[in-house]
C-alpha cells in the first residue's frame, strides 16, 4: 500500500514537480486495487496536485473525510466536476454543522463551505459512517474516535453555532458552544508490521485514535503515524503527555504535517529522530 500526500500547507523545497502548497491537507491512498482521497484540501489546487501524481479525479474509487473543516472539504467540489461520476464520500453525518473559530471579538466560519445538496448534485454519494467501518481488505474508517485520554482537550477556539453571523462585518454567533467535532475520523491500517493511523487534524486526540485503531484492527504494535496532530495550537500540559504516550508506542515512523505547526515538527524530530518525516506535498510512505 502506498499513501502519498496530495495537499499539505507546505511543499519541500527543491522538489522535483511543481506542487502547490495551502492551509489544508488531501492524501492519497493507493491500495493496489484501489484509489482512496482521504480529505480533498482547501481548495482547487488537490486536482492540480493529484495531476502531477498522475491521477485524474475519475480515477478516485471513494473519498472519505475525517471531519467537517474547510480545510479538510475546500477542494470537493472540483474533485466531483472533474470526476464526472457518482463517487462514494464516506463521512460522518454532522460534518455540515455551521462551525466557527472564535478567539476574543474576532470570529471565521470553519465549517465545510459547500451545502450537502450542491455536493450531491456533483457526484457525490453520501454514505453515513457512524462506526467502524472496513472500506476495504485491511483498511477502515474509524467512526468517531473515543475520547479516552484526560490530556488530550483540543483546540477551546473550536465553535459550533446555532444559526448564522457574519464573520467578515465582526459579528459573533448569537448561540454557540463548544466544537466536540465528534465527526473527527481517522483510517486505520493493519499491515504486516502492525498499526497505521492517518488523521486529518486528530481533533479528538492521536493516543485517542492510536488505542481505538490497535482495538478495531486487533494489531499489537504501532507501525506509523501520518497526518495532521493538531498539536501546534493546543497547550504545553498536552504536547508533553502527547510525545511521553508516542515514545511509549514507539512507532517505526511518525509522518507528520498540517496542524502540527512547524515549532511542534522540529519537537518531534528531535525525539524520534529519523523515525520523523515532515510529510510536505508529495511525500510518499510505502507499507
Known amino acids: 500500500m502506498k499513501v502519498t500526500v496530495v495537499v499539505d500547507n507546505c511543499v519541500s523545497p527543491g522538489g522535483k514537480k511543481p506542487f502547490r502548497g495551502q492551509h489544508g491537507l488531501a492524501i492519497l491512498i493507493d491500495t493496489g486495487a484501489n484509489k482512496i482521497l482521504f480529505d480533498a484540501g482547501p481548495s482547487d489546487i488537490v486536482v492540480h496536485n493529484l495531476g502531477l501524481l498522475g491521477i485524474h479525479p475519475r480515477d478516485l474509487d471513494a473519498i472519505v473525510l475525517s471531519h467537517g473543516h474547510y480545510d ?17 464520500v464516506f463521512a460522518h453525518p454532522d460534518i455540515f454543522k455551521p462551525r466557527y473559530h472564535v478567539d476574543g471579538t474576532n470570529c471565521k466560519y470553519v465549517g465545510v463551505p459547500f451545502a450537502k445538496e450542491h455536493l450531491t448534485h456533483l457526484g457525490a454519494d453520501f454514505r453515513n459512517v457512524e462506526e467502524p467501518v472496513e472500506l476495504v481488505p485491511n483498511l477502515w474508517i474509524s467512526g468517531p474516535i473515543p475520547r479516552e485520554t484526560v490530556y488530550e ?3 477551546v477556539g473550536l465553535v459550533v453555532a446555532e444559526g448564522s453571523c457574519d464573520c467578515a462585518a465582526g459579528e ?4 454557540f458552544s463548544r466544537d466536540p467535532l465528534v465527526d473527527d475520523m481517522a483510517i486505520f491500517v493493519r499491515c504486516s508490521k502492525g498499526l497505521v493511523v492517518l488523521g486529518g487534524c486528530a481533533h479528538s486526540g492521536i493516543i485517542n485514535m492510536i488505542n481505538y485503531g490497535l482495538k478495531v484492527t486487533g494489531a499489537i504494535k504501532v507501525h506509523g503515524l501520518l497526518g495532521g496532530t493538531h498539536l501546534g495550537p493546543t497547550a504545553d500540559p498536552q504536547k508533553n503527555a502527547t510525545i511521553g504516550a508516542l515514545e511509549w508506542f514507539n512507532p517505526d515512523f511518525i509522518a507528520s504535517n498540517h496542524c502540527t505547526g512547524f515549532a511542534m515538527m522540529a519537537r518531534l524530530s528531535q525525539v524520534f529522530g529519523d523515525k520523523f518525516i515532515p510529510a510536505f506535498c508529495g511525500t510518499s510512505v510505502e507499507f
Open 72 to 88: 479538510h472539504t475546500g477542494g470537493l467540489a472540483s474533485v466531483l466536476t472533474m470526476a464526472a461520476k457518482k463517487i462514494p
Open 153 to 155: 482537550e483540543g483546540d
Open 172 to 175: 459573533l454567533p448569537a448561540v
